[in-house]
């Protein structure tokens, strides 16, 4: 089983700054790698898949970046309805999920 | 539109049983696998279970594995999950979500809202 793991637990931000976030794997996932955003009472919605590749609809400040076993997922000036919960997700093997930065206001 | 609607949660004793459906519209249902995924009270995600869109393969967590058996009827554009032998450990939000390819590419572009089972005596 992959393990993933993501840093920080919390991130606190003001509006209009750049958050970045951390995920990790147990082993390397290549390039197998989704990030999705969960707000409150919310189903996830896929951000990022492939490590880097936005989803349909998905604002130009959200990016993914990384390969093996380090990846990142950045949004570049934070919006208010950004402010949610984030899990990246390996497809490498069975799929896992990490357990989720939130990101609140700062 | 596009959506996919969770039914047939609720309180169910240990070692009951419950089926959940989740109906599909707003685009070829047939053409993509399916899976289930659940969150217990303030947890993370957990993968359950996956079906491909012919419904011939399936797949399952080792954690429910011999318990749940998820299904598909395309005809009703419907996914189901048959759980049995419930444990409270099993108590969770389970969301159906639809994969982005005909077997299994493993990641998510469009979920339901999610039905709550709770599994307690």
């Known amino acids: 089983e992959i393990v993933m793991t993501q840093s920080p637990a919390t991130l606190s931000v003001s509006p209009g700054e750049r958050a970045t976030l951390s995920c990790r794997a147990s082993q390397s996932v290549t390039s197998n790698l989704a990030w999705y955003q969960q707000k409150p009472g919310q189903a996830p919605r896929l951000l990022i898949y492939?490590?880097?590749t936005r989803a349909t609809g998905i604002p130009a400040r959200f990016s993914g970046s990384g390969s093996g076993t380090e990846f990142t997922l950045t949004i570049s000036s934070l919006q208010s309805e950004d402010f949610a919960v984030y899990y990246c997700?390996?497809?490498?093997?069975?799929?896992?999920f990490g357990p989720g930065t939130k990101v609140d206001i700062k | 539109e596009v959506q996919l609607l969770e039914s047939g949660g609720g309180l169910v004793q240990p070692r009951g049983s419950l089926r959940l459906s989740c109906a599909a519209s707003?685009?070829?249902?047939?053409?993509?696998?399916m899976i289930w995924v659940r969150q217990a009270p303030g947890k993370g995600l957990e993968w359950v279970s996956g079906?491909?869109?012919?419904?011939?393969?399936?797949y399952y967590a080792d954690s429910v594995k011999g318990r749940f058996t998820i299904s598909r009827d395309n005809s009703k554009n419907t996914l189901y999950l048959q759980m049995n032998s419930l444990r409270v450990e099993d108590t969770a939000v389970y969301y159906c979500?639809?994969?982005?390819?005909?077997?299994?590419?493993?990641?998510?572009?469009?979920w339901g809202r999610g039905t709550l089972v709770t599994v307690s005596s």
């Open positions: 079906i491909s869109g012919s419904g011939g393969r399936t």
């Open positions: 997700q390996q497809y490498n093997n069975w799929p896992s």
């Open positions: 979500a639809k994969d982005t390819a005909l077997v299994t590419a493993w990641y998510f572009d469009l």
């Open positions: 707003g685009f070829t249902f047939s053409t993509y696998a």
């Open positions: 492939d490590a880097s």
